[in-house]
């Protein structure tokens, strides 16, 4: 007989991320992909390329929670969770004691307070500019002329690094395009734009206990951890997937929606 199987769907406003898991919370399949201008069809490309993938069948897929910002068009969602819901629930699930998560997402971000029973104490979001998102990272890519894959590793291989002053993502571009013109490595530049985002999310609010960091741009750019955690002088935790956190804490809900 097949297992049963729950869906978490975390649809963000720059990528959509699935995860499968079974009722021991082991993860059967996952995806990452563009969002895209249509979420029900994003959403239904993506479970049915990791049913395919993992040789799975619909027919054991119990039940699915959607989050993040095109929940409500999940047309085969039992139900929707708010992305602040799920990012707690999918941190506590890996790191279950109290933790500060910050999440660095495509064009917001979010820092959570959770208590060591995993009940949110507070939280903080960012959602009125690009700074200190990854939007912000991806538009200084290309304004560099840099494939975002590629900046971790150029970023990495940096001996300096150039601060970048401005708050704006459009005043930053302009100034990350002054310093090439006076001759700045690149990759001291790349840095110094990891260090912007580091200093954006600083300023939101301050942090005890441990840090935990998700989301899009830590998955890709583990340095950003590693930079926050020299910062703040305190040990920065991720998980193996951290894009996939929210999406996780969804598939635990539909666990639950069950049980
Ligand atoms: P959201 O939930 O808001 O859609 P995510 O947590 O999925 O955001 O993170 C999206 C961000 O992750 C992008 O803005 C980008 O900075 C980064 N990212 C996504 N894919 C890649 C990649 N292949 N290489 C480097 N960075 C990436």
Redesign the pocket.
Known sequence: MSKDFYCGL?L??????LVLIDEDKNILGQS?TR?GSNFNTTANNALNKVLSENNLDKDNLIATVSC??GRENVEFANAHKT?LGCHAKGSFHYFPFAINVI??????NKIIKIDENGKRRSFKMNRKCAAG???F??EMAMRLDLN??D??QIASSAEGLVTIGSYCTVFSATEVLEHIRNGKKVEDLVKGIFASVVKRIIEMDSFEDKVVM????V???PLVAEMMSRELGIEVLTAKYP?LT?AMGAALYALELQN
Do not use: P
């Open positions: 975390d963000g406003s720059s990528r959509a991320k990452i969002s993040g910002y992305e999440d660095i997402g495509g064009q917001d998102t990854g939007a990272i991806e975002i894959s900046l971790n998700s989301g899009g741009v998955q890709h750019n894009q929210g």
